[in-house]
């Protein structure tokens, strides 16, 4: 059963950094692209980022290019992402999801999110 | 970047009633069209894959057609247990969402 827990979020100043984790099981984490996605209260799902299943290759949205980074530890069967120069518009439930093995964009497993605010 | 319009943005039915949401990309994305369901609190769940295609053990309430660019998500017959945010998501060239179809009883 696939399974996919984020933690890391919390409370954080403009201008501050927090790092997020994902930790996958249930599958063969090496395998699948994963992806970390964002939802403000009340408002629409945004894709944010993306690896490819080594790590090798990553994309970003441009909201959150050159601040956001991601990276995986497949050993851990982990996934993070580095938030940096956070703004209150980064404000939401931020959300690891797994791709497919040959699609980033194919979602099918999400996790079930975490709290992530950005206020003086 | 592909833009999905979702229709409607809400809607009340009564428990047993048909429900339909559409979902209109603006360009031609094939059947590259997944279906999720968000219940307050939780992560989205996939529904409907490849415009049509039922999710192992997602009840056959739930349905998808369509392609090309105009896409339909129906419930044949409304449950209480779900009621929920709906949205479409293409993934025929990069990643989009609808916006959304809160569905009351």
């Known amino acids: 059963q696939v399974h996919l827990v984020e933690s890391g979020g919390g409370l954080v100043k403009p201008g501050g950094s927090l790092r997020l984790s994902c930790t996958a099981s249930g599958f063969v984490f090496s395998d699948y692209y994963m992806n970390w996605l964002r939802q403000v209260p009340g408002k629409g799902l945004e894709w944010l980022s993306y690896?490819?299943?080594?790590?090798?290759?990553?994309r970003y949205a441009d909201s959150v290019k050159d601040r956001f980074a991601i990276s995986r530890d497949n050993a851990k069967n982990s996934i993070f992402l580095q938030m940096n120069s956070l703004r209150a518009e980064d404000t939401g439930i931020y959300y690891c999801?797994?791709?497919?093995?040959?699609?980033?964009?194919?979602?099918?497993?999400w996790g079930q999110g975490t709290l992530v605010t950005v206020s003086s | 970047d592909i833009q999905m319009t979702q229709s409607p943005s809400s809607l009340s039915a009564s428990v047993g009633d048909r429900v339909t949401i559409t979902c209109q990309a603006s360009?031609?994305?094939?059947?590259?069209l997944n279906w999720f369901q968000q219940k307050p609190g939780t992560a989205p769940k996939l529904l409907i894959y490849g415009a049509s295609n039922l999710q192992t053990g997602v009840p056959s309430r739930f349905s998808g057609s369509g392609s090309g660019t105009d896409f339909t998500f129906t419930i044949s017959s409304l449950q209480p247990e779900d009621i929920a945010t709906y949205y479409c998501?293409?993934?025929?060239?990069?990643?989009?969402f609808g916006g959304g179809t809160k569905v009351e009883i």
């Open positions: 999801a797994r791709g497919t093995t040959y699609n980033w964009n194919d979602l099918n497993y």
């Open positions: 690896s490819s299943d080594s790590g090798s290759y990553t």
């Open positions: 360009q031609d994305i094939n059947t590259f």
């Open positions: 998501q293409q993934y025929e060239s990069h990643l989009t």
